[in-house]
């Protein structure tokens, strides 16, 4: 239960990354650059707990990638997959591959059911970290 509150929490918080960039009030595109961040990716959020930051490109949400920042580090790349789309027998490649100068440490597959506030069809939350979990798990307390 505290997963789906945390990620309908994130995916609140992206959709008024995505309003204030509409408005003009981008997040630092500086730090983006300095990160390695692809090209057009803002900050949708600010530190999740758990998680850090999130950082995206609005047109590729709610899919992803959606990348993860602690402080002047990248920690994490996410896609959200609807549980259709794999019962669909639909296929993805080079979907998770860390940016350059990353490494995966361990990945998470979260199943949300329910989906949440965002996404609110029946999908999967995947988190390839590059931090190890006793990093991540105390970021934003």
């Not at 981008?26 to 959020?45: C, F, I, M, W, Y």
């Not at 860390?98 to 440490?105: F, N, Q, S, T, W």
């Not at 190890?132 to 934003?140: D, M, W």
């Amino acid at each position: 239960m505290q997963t789906i509150r945390v990620l309908g929490f994130v995916v609140l918080v992206l959709v008024l990354g995505m309003v204030m960039l509409a408005l003009g009030q981008g997040p630092n595109q500086e730090k983006a650059k300095r990160l390695g961040l692809p090209e057009d990716t803002v900050q949708v959020s600010a530190c999740v707990p758990g998680m850090g930051e999130h950082w995206a490109k609005p047109p590729d949400l709610p899919f992803g990638p959606i990348y993860g920042v602690m402080g002047e580090r990248l920690v994490f790349v996410e896609v959200m997959v609807a549980q259709s789309d794999f019962a669909a027998g639909k296929s993805w490649r080079d979907l998770l591959k860390p940016l350059k100068g990353y490494a995966i440490d361990h990945v998470d597959v979260e199943f949300e059911p329910q989906g949440h506030e965002g996404y609110p069809v029946p999908h999967y939350d995947i988190h390839a970290y590059f931090v190890p979990h006793a990093e991540h798990l105390g970021y934003c307390p």
